[in-house]
C-alpha cells in the first residue's frame, strides 16, 4: 500500500477517493475514525493505495483534485531527503519518493 494524499478535511479524502475509484484504483482511507474529535498531529486522514504499481497514475490524479478543489492544510513542507519543496497536501516527496515526516 502507498498513501498518496494526506488533508485536514475527511471530505477531501473521500474526493480523492472516489477520483481514484472512478479511475479503476481501489484505495482506502485512513485515520476517518479519528476525525469525531479533535484532529491529532498524526489523525489526519489519508488516501491509501492498494496497489503499489499504480502508484504513478495514482499521483497524477491526485495532483489534478488537489490543484483544482483541494483544501491544503498545515504549511508546506521540506523533503528530508532531498530539500524539494511541497505544498501541505502532498503526501510523498516528488522527486525522490520519500514519505512526508508526519510532524507538522
Ligand atoms: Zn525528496
Redesign the pocket.
Known amino acids: 500500500m502507498k498513501k498518496v494524499f494526506t488533508s485536514c478535511s475527511l471530505g477531501d479524502a473521500y474526493s480523492v477517493k472516489m477520483l481514484l475509484e472512478a479511475e479503476g484504483i481501489e484505495s482506502m482511507i485512513r485515520n476517518e475514525s479519528l476525525l469525531q474529535g479533535q484532529a491529532t498531529v498524526d489523525g489526519h486522514p489519508s488516501v491509501w493505495i492498494l496497489d503499489d504499481s499504480l502508484l504513478e497514475a495514482a499521483k497524477s490524479i491526485v495532483s489534478r483534485c488537489a490543484s483544482s478543489e483541494g483544501r491544503p492544510c498545515g504549511r508546506s513542507w521540506k ?6 519543496l511541497h505544498d501541505p497536501q502532498f503526501a510523498a ?6 514519505d512526508r515526516p508526519d510532524e507538522q
Open positions: 523533503c528530508p531527503k532531498c530539500g524539494e516527496c516528488w522527486q525522490c519518493g520519500t
